[in-house]
C-alpha cells in the first residue's frame, strides 16, 4: 500500500547548523511532495513543496531534494534559529487524483540557541 | 480574514455521545478534508469532499459521517464516541485535488 517513512524522529541541532530530515515513498506515480510545519498546539502549515518535475527547490533557508528514481526527498534547513524549533511532517500525493496526501511520521526537531 | 475555521477549538465529552465539529473556508476552494492527527502526533486522511462529492472515504469506523452542504463547508459527526476517539481533528481545504493543503486551527477531541 501507499507509505512514506520518514528518518529521524527527533533531531537535535546548534542554533547556525543545518538540519536534513529525509523521506522515502512507495508508490512510484507519486508527484507532489509538501513539508509541513507544525508548532506545538498549532496547525500544521506548509514551508515548501516540490513537484516531481523538478530536482530541487529552494526558499531563502529552506530547500527540498527530490530523488524520482530512488523514491526518497529531503528537506534540508540552513543557518537554524530557535524559531525553527517545531514537529516537521513530509508527505505525498497518491497517484490515485484523489488529493489523498500520505504523511510521514514526523520530525521534531530542536535547535539549541 | 481566517481562511481555513473550525469549531469548535476543544471539545470535551463522555463516552456514547454524539457530537460535530465544523469548518468552513472563505479561500474559494473546491475540495475539502478531515484528518486525524492522534497522540504520537501522526496524521491521517479521513474524508474528502469535492463539490459536494464524497472523493476519498478512508477506513474509518461508521461511527464518523462527514457532511459537505455546500463548497466552503465540511462538517463531522460522530456517532457513540468511544475513548479512542479522544484526538485532534484537523479540517483542510486546496483548490484543487492536487493542489496545496491549507489548515485548519484543528479541534482537539477529549472522551472521557
Known amino acids: 500500500g501507499e507509505n512514506v517513512e520518514q528518518h529521524p524522529s527527533t533531531l537535535s541541532v546548534q542554533e547556525g547548523d543545518s538540519a536534513v530530515i529525509k523521506c522515502t515513498y512507495s508508490d512510484s506515480a507519486s508527484n507532489y511532495f509538501p513539508w509541513y510545519k507544525q508548532e506545538l498546539g498549532k496547525r500544521p502549515q506548509l514551508i515548501i513543496d516540490i513537484r516531481s518535475n523538478v530536482g530541487e527547490k529552494k526558499d531563502q533557508r529552506i530547500a527540498v531534494t527530490l530523488n524520482k528514481t530512488a523514491k526518497h526527498f529531503s528537506l534540508h534547513i540552513t543557518e537554524t534559529q530557535p524559531e525553527d524549533s517545531a514537529v516537521y511532517f513530509c508527505a505525498a500525493h497518491g497517484s490515485s487524483n484523489t488529493g489523498k496526501l500520505i504523511f510521514g511520521q514526523g520530525t521534531t526537531l530542536q535547535v539549541k540557541p | 480574514d481566517t481562511a481555513v475555521s473550525q469549531t469548535p477549538k476543544y471539545l470535551v465529552t463522555q463516552m456514547g455521545n454524539d457530537k460535530s465539529i465544523k469548518c468552513e473556508q472563505n479561500?474559494?476552494?473546491?475540495?475539502m478534508y478531515w484528518y486525524k492527527q492522534d497522540s504520537k502526533k501522526f496524521l491521517k486522511i479521513m474524508f474528502s469532499y469535492n463539490n459536494k462529492e464524497l472523493i476519498i472515504n478512508e477506513t474509518v469506523p461508521n461511527r464518523f459521517s462527514p457532511k459537505s452542504p455546500d463548497k466552503a463547508h465540511l462538517n463531522l459527526h460522530i456517532n457513540s464516541l468511544e475513548l479512542g476517539d479522544s484526538a485532534v481533528y484537523f479540517c483542510a481545504s486546496s483548490l484543487g485535488r492536487t493542489d496545496t493543503q491549507y489548515f485548519g486551527p484543528g479541534t482537539r477531541l477529549t472522551v472521557l
Open positions: 479561500l474559494g476552494h473546491d475540495t
